[in-house]
């Protein structure tokens, strides 16, 4: 087989595959990679494929396999049914060889960690509200934790990086949230590693926004949101791939989200308690208090949407952050 390239990983029916475990499957086609789960973007002769839920970038849409411009196959997985608690142990275990988990010290990515047994980081201005718990849960737990601090300066010069990579660059919140990020992913990168281990998707599959609560149609909101995940994980990894990493997604695994799905949308957000299912499997691996505390958003519980306005303030935008990340994408972009 000519030279073969795989970005991220593969696997099949739970049992992580080889490079040289994918070209033997490879020799019998295409179709080959129809089971396949994993988070991957896979080239061979004029042939490129991609992961089911599009967890990998690429330039062809989420499980496909193309061949000289043509879709000529399909990646659907379909391990067998399980419980939650088995679907995000396994997905944490096929993620877990390498890697670090970007870790705030609340539930989602405090079970990952407890799971992982990886190095963690976590960003924030300091002072802020998550350095103190991520500081505070890592020696509950006795995790591995380093934490980064970005000075304003710092913070400035994220913004100017991440402005030119993102989809929605004059969006705050969604720079805000890339910019939590770039600095999780930049500590990976200069450390050596690929693949952050993160809890993107555990809000919308089991109901952790605070609107969920007072939602007039819970499961239609759910819904709309997941389907949302697609572009949210198209920001993350722009920004991871400044640093020539990716962010891997266990709950975004095939398994927990079909496991979740099955949870009725009253039992994800039950009894005024957000992601209810997901804080009882927490609960048999990492302390109560962690897997109960309700937590910020990690723009928000970092500082670092605070240092945003700060800088916006500075810049002469004293009620428009939104016209201060204009400006810094017009002088990125040159328009």
Known sequence: MPDMNLKGWIERDGVRLTPADVEQMLEAGPNALNGCGGEFLLDWDDCIARDALGIMPGPVPPGTVCCGGRE??????????????????????????????????GVDSALIAALARLPCVTVGIEGSHDIAWAAKAARMMGLDLEIVSPTGDEVAEALRRVVRVIPDPTNPLEVSIATTLFF????????????????????????????????????????????????????????????????SMPYRDVRVVRAAQAIPAAERVRAGVRKYPLREVAERHIPAEIARAEKKAMQYGSGIWRMIQRLARTNGYKKSVQGYLTEISRAEHDY
């Open 184 to 247: 999780a992913a930049a500590w990976a990168g200069e450390h050596g590693h690929t693949r952050i281990l993160a809890g993107q998707g555990a809000d919308e599959l089991f109901g952790g926004y605070a609107r969920y609560l007072s939602s007039p149609d819970l499961a239609a909101e759910l819904e709309r949101d997941i389907v949302d995940l697609g572009r949210q994980g198209a920001r993350d990894q722009a920004v991871a791939a400044l640093h020539a990493a990716y962010f």
């Open 72 to 105: 000529v196959a399909r990646v659907a997985p379909d391990p067998p049914p399980c419980t939650l608690e088995e679907a995000i142990v396994t997905a944490v275990d096929l993620r877990r060889d390498e890697g670090v988990v970007a870790f705030s010290g």
